[in-house]
């Protein structure tokens, strides 16, 4: 099961084995890592933020079910635009 969100319906799979985050966190990891590649603007990369804040707004607040490649490249954004950020 994922650490994250415990659904095993959202968490990559190989085979039998259940990696231990959700596609959204598993995005979020791999972002940040490529965000040592990118240069782009701090201020700019606020704006891939906001994919994934709404996907999960959308979920949270009302009856839309994102898929599980939505929610990878949410996270990915996210995580590549938080890396770009902080670094």
């Known amino acids: 099961m ?9 968490a990559p799979h190989l085979g ?9 966190c ?3 990891i791999i972002g940040g890592v490529f965000s040592f590649y990118v240069k ?7 704006l891939l933020f906001i994919p994934m804040i709404i996907d999960y707004l ?3 607040f009302t009856n839309y ?8 490249v949410s ?5 590549l635009g938080l890396g770009i950020f902080q670094g």
């Open 26 to 28: 598993t995005g979020l």
């Open 58 to 60: 959308l979920q949270y």
């Open 16 to 24: 039998s084995f259940v990696f231990p985050l959700c596609y959204r």
């Open 40 to 46: 782009i603007d701090a201020t700019v990369s606020i």
């Open 65 to 72: 079910q994102s898929n599980n490649f939505k929610r990878f």
């Open 2 to 10: 994922p650490l994250c969100n415990l659904c095993v319906d959202r």
């Open 75 to 79: 996270g990915f954004m996210f995580g």
